[in-house]
């Protein structure tokens, strides 16, 4: 039976670290660190996801704010709330959520986002660093799965790792960040997406299976070989009859993996809450490098 990661506790124990510190920079007389989140439209997930994040905030001692705007906003309009942002002193990071509406071109938004406060680490300056091995700011969901694996001390030095999906949020900074000369790191990488045909021919070769493909229960237990570790970053609604009305499933099917893997983890419960927690961590290290932060 395989040992559970549990992100829920790790992340726990993250944001509890975090608020030690807000505690100590406000004993200091010092302004908390502030997070500012943007959401356009109506969309159930992100609304949700904006919530959950301002709730964290709140519990590590952050100061945060939400702008929000409908759907028909204009990229002008969005671009002028960006560039607010940018100046003003007294926001140290900030994040649009996305998927944004078709009228807004999303790489010229997160484009206008200033690198020193793209807590969400997905301004091409922040990734170019990251490659580099450079300090920066790490997208959040990668950041998170590192974190797991450290904090559960997952040797892997010289291990294979797949990781399944593409995505610049998760498949591909994930490939970069496997690879590097650090712990976590040092892994043979493989990165599979949509085109590869036959993936089972690598999953049951790897040691570390990291799955970002957004399709409930791809991931066979028959897919992976004895021992390997499965992190599961894929979250889909599923119908069912339940008072919400619906389920969370991730990319693995996690009753049959589970019988095969020496450790996985759970969803809910594995890899987002760790997703969130980072983020905390991120706007941390962003007041901490800010001139503006006295």
């Known amino acids: 039976m395989a040992n559970i990661l549990d992100g829920l506790k790790v992340s726990k124990e993250i944001k509890n670290e975090i608020r ?4 100590k920079i406000v004993a200091a007389h010092r302004r908390p660190p502030h997070l500012v989140a943007i959401l356009v439209g109506n969309n159930g997930a992100s609304q ?22 409908s759907s028909t906003v204009s990229e002008a309009e969005l671009l002028e709330k960006i560039d607010e942002l940018n100046k003003s002193k007294d926001v140290d990071g900030f994040i649009v959520q996305l998927p944004l509406p078709k009228q807004i071109d999303q790489e010229k938004i997160i484009m206008a986002i200033d690198p020193r ?5 997905f301004h091409p300056e922040n990734f170019g660093k990251m490659a580099l091995e450079m300090d920066t700011f790490l997208p959040a969901t990668p950041f998170g799965i590192l974190t797991l694996l450290e904090r559960y001390n997952i040797d892997t030095k010289g291990k294979h790792c797949v990781i399944i999906g593409r995505s610049r949020i998760v498949g591909k900074p994930m490939s970069i960040l496997m690879g590097r000369k650090d712990f976590p790191g040092n892994s043979t990488v493989t990165l599979t997406h949509s085109y590869t045909p036959h993936i089972e021919e690598f999953t049951k070769n790897a040691d570390i299976v990291i799955t970002a493909l957004g399709d409930p229960n791809f991931l066979k237990g028959d897919m992976i070989k004895k021992g390997a570790v499965v992190i599961d970053v894929g979250i889909t609604r599923v119908e069912d009859t339940s008072e919400k009305g619906y389920k969370l499933i991730g990319d693995v099917d996690f009753a049959s993996c589970k019988e095969v893997a020496s450790a996985i983890t759970p969803v809910p419960g594995g890899v987002g809450p760790m997703t969130r927690a980072m983020l905390m961590k991120n706007t941390l290290l962003a007041y901490k490098t800010s001139v503006y932060n006295d």
Do not use: A, P, R, W
């Not at 519990?59 to 945060?64: H, L, N």
């Open 48 to 69: 949700s996801y904006v919530k959950n994040k301002i709730t964290d905030c709140k519990e590590v001692g952050f100061k945060s704010s939400l702008f929000t705007f």
């Open 117 to 121: 406060k793209d807590v969400d680490g």
């Open 20 to 23: 030690i510190e807000v505690e």
